[in-house]
């Protein structure tokens, strides 16, 4: 079973910083992307950032400059840093992923979301 389990959520205040982790496990074979999505109650997950298995990197236009979405050296994990963060950056912070496993699956794997608060 493929799993994602986000960490490092939290409160900070408006101007601060935090540094989200994904890490994957499970029969994983190769990643074709991860990501970062967000959610805040009544509206659509969106896309913050997301990274390739080619390295291509794509951001929302909110958070360019202010986030950088990165690979760990094992590969099999993920991060999202976020300086400046502002009010609206609160929501639940989602790591997805887009891989292959050693069964020959394809599969669309989302973690549980972890919580970013910001205050004004």
């Known amino acids: 079973q493929v799993q994602l389990v986000e ?8 101007g601060g910083s935090l540094r989200l982790s994904c890490a994957a496990s499970g029969s994983i074979l190769s990643f074709n992307t991860m990501a970062w999505y967000r ?23 909110s958070v360019k400059g202010r986030f950088t979405i990165s690979r760990g050296n094992a590969e099999n994990s993920v991060y999202l840093q976020m300086n400046s963060l502002k009010p609206e950056d ?10 292959s496993t050693h069964l020959g699956r394809y599969l669309d794997v989302w973690g549980q979301g972890t919580l970013v608060t910001v205050s004004s």
């Not at 960490?7 to 408006?14: D, H, K």
């Open 7 to 14: 960490s490092g959520g939290g409160l900070v205040q408006a």
């Open 39 to 61: 959610q805040t109650p009544g509206k659509q997950r969106e896309l913050v950032a997301a990274i390739s298995n080619r390295g291509i990197i794509d951001y929302a236009e």
């Open 90 to 99: 609160t929501a639940v912070y989602y790591c997805n992923s887009v891989l």
